[in-house]
């Protein structure tokens, strides 16, 4: 079985070519996992398949245009939202900084990673007003400095509740889950009806 440091320059190329398609918010050291070539060689790939750095991409995604945010004011929404379709799902990018993390250990605040996650809860409800009602969470692992959690919300609904919603949030390091949670957000008029799970 050939390795994939072997295959020749365009198959490895339509391999980094799908994995960023897949995940455009995968970073250059995790493609060098997933590849098994260095970072050089991912940098080198990148640049003749014309993909930007991660954090252009990043910026690419977040200049897209997505719905606009109405239950609170986009400042005090914790992470960058890069995506939001209202009432449906929503993801956003929080990179963990020093203010962030315990100094001894630069591991980071569970504070931080669960209001990421509960504010994107909030954010993707289609309402003036939207608050958490309950929250079920698990802390899959500890988040260290300067890596960045990507929340991904999905609204479902609740038969004969249209005053409340679910919402599922899961956290992302690269490709490993950090954060599951499990909110039920109060919906101020619940004339908006939530259109079936997704």
Do not use: W
């Amino acid at each position: 079985m050939r390795t994939i440091e072997r295959l020749p320059k365009r198959q490895r190329h339509q391999q980094l070519s799908r994995l960023i398609e897949e995940n455009p918010f995968i970073t250059d050291r995790e493609l060098t996992r997933q590849l098994k070539v260095s970072i050089q060689t991912v940098r080198l790939d990148r640049m003749e398949l014309a993909i930007p750095e991660l954090r252009e991409r990043m910026k690419l995604m977040a200049e897209r245009s997505y719905d606009a945010v109405r239950s609170l004011p986009l400042h005090e929404v914790i992470g960058d939202i890069v995506d939001l379709q209202l009432d449906r799902s929503g993801i956003s990018i929080f990179e963990i900084r020093a203010e962030h993390v315990f100094s001894r250990t630069g591991i980071a605040r569970g504070h931080h990673v669960f209001a990421q996650a509960n504010s994107l809860a909030v954010a993707v409800i289609n309402e003036e007003i939207a608050l958490t009602a309950t929250a079920d969470i698990r802390f899959v692992r500890s988040v260290k400095l300067g890596e960045k959690c990507i929340a991904k919300a999905y609204v479902r609904s609740i038969s004969g509740e249209r005053s409340k919603a679910k919402v599922e949030v899961f956290s992302y390091v690269g490709d490993e889950m950090v954060f599951q949670g499990h909110f039920v957000i109060y919906r101020s008029t619940g004339e908006s009806a939530i259109e079936g799970g997704i």
